[in-house]
């Protein structure tokens, strides 16, 4: 600033005394809205953190009964138990089934488009993944509970027999009953996640320089060979960044993976059984209850929980990307 002041003849700063305002607006709006997006995750974080831990505090439940296996919050012949471990375990488990099934197709997906697919084919498919994030969650779950989960139950209706020559035994894992289902959950997120992980993961590749291209392939190094030894690795902390953010978005999914779940408050004990998460959990009984009892305090807990999950991812995240970047 003082060098614009330096530079502008005495004569102009005389005849427009508003120059120099004019000219610092826009620094000061975009400071403005930075420091206001600042504030509010910050006021947002305090929040949910002293909501979350008002059952251990006001309610004087023990923090190690939360990771209890038994969720009866409205016992009325026994003692109330708070434990939201299966919850915790349900929101990994079918998270990371969905990643596992969504993340390489994303990727490879992402590559097809930066790397392989004619001009035409990208014209068509970008537009499509826009159209895919926009669909609304109401609307996969919809698809889930008419097509995926009448296919599951009829498909896979019997006892599925898996012999382990290791240990000499042959399991008998209970079928789809009902096909709702941990797996039915995991393939709606799959789909609602990949456009997400694919945008991203797109991004990251397209922004490695051609130059970089170029020259491996001007030592003789195949497509595959250069995707593999030099546009991967280069775009690593993007890809990684993609698969946060669909790690996020799946874990925060609610009512489309609610409608498919089952909503069993019980631990995942296979992939063809019922189960529940967090966020499923907290939707079902956000209505059932009073601010300020136990019960509700319990769902603030839940939603600190689901805060921490997030932070943690982002953080280990960003701490790999330094670690690749400093070596």
Do not use: C
């Amino acid at each position: 600033m003082a060098q614009l002041t330096s530079a502008l003849p005495a004569s102009g700063l005389r005849a427009r005394p508003g120059l120099l305002a004019r000219i610092d607006l826009p620094r000061r709006v975009v400071f403005a809205a930075a420091s206001s997006m600042i504030l509010i995750v910050a006021l947002l974080m305090v929040f949910i953190t002293w909501q979350g831990i008002q059952l251990f505090i006001a309610d004087h439940v023990p923090v190690g009964q939360i990771l209890a296996p038994t969720w009866q919050p409205d016992a009325t012949n026994g003692p109330t138990s708070f434990g939201i471990l299966p919850f915790i375990a349900g929101t990994v488990f079918v998270t990371g089934v969905a990643l596992l099934i969504s993340t390489p197709l994303s990727v490879g997906l992402a590559l097809f488009l930066s790397e392989v697919a004619p001009r035409w084919a990208r014209a068509i498919v970008q537009p499509a993944l826009e159209i895919f994030v926009g669909i609304p969650s109401v609307v996969w779950g919809w698809l889930g509970i008419t097509i995926l989960v009448p296919f599951l139950a009829d498909t896979f209706h019997k006892k599925i027999a898996i012999s382990l020559p290791v240990v000499g035994q042959v399991f008998s894992m209970p079928g789809f009953l009902t096909g709702f289902s941990w797996l039915a959950g995991s393939l709606v997120l799959s789909i609602m996640i990949l456009p997400t992980i694919t945008s991203v993961s797109y991004d990251a590749f397209r922004a490695v320089p051609q130059e970089l291209r170029t020259g491996s392939l001007a030592l003789g190094t195949t497509r595959w060979q250069t995707i593999r030894h030099l546009l991967i690795p280069s775009a690593l902390s993007g890809v990684l960044t993609a698969v946060v953010l669909g790690m996020t978005r799946a874990a925060g999914e609610a009512l489309a993976v609610q409608m498919v779940i089952g909503n069993s408050p019980s631990m995942p004990a296979a992939i063809t059984q019922p189960v529940t998460t967090l966020t499923s959990q907290i939707t079902l009984d956000m209505g059932n209850t009073v601010f300020g009892e136990p019960w509700q305090d319990a769902l603030w807990t839940m939603s600190l929980v689901l805060l921490i999950i997030s932070i943690t991812s982002v953080v280990l995240v960003r701490a790999l990307n330094k670690r690749r970047m400093g070596s």
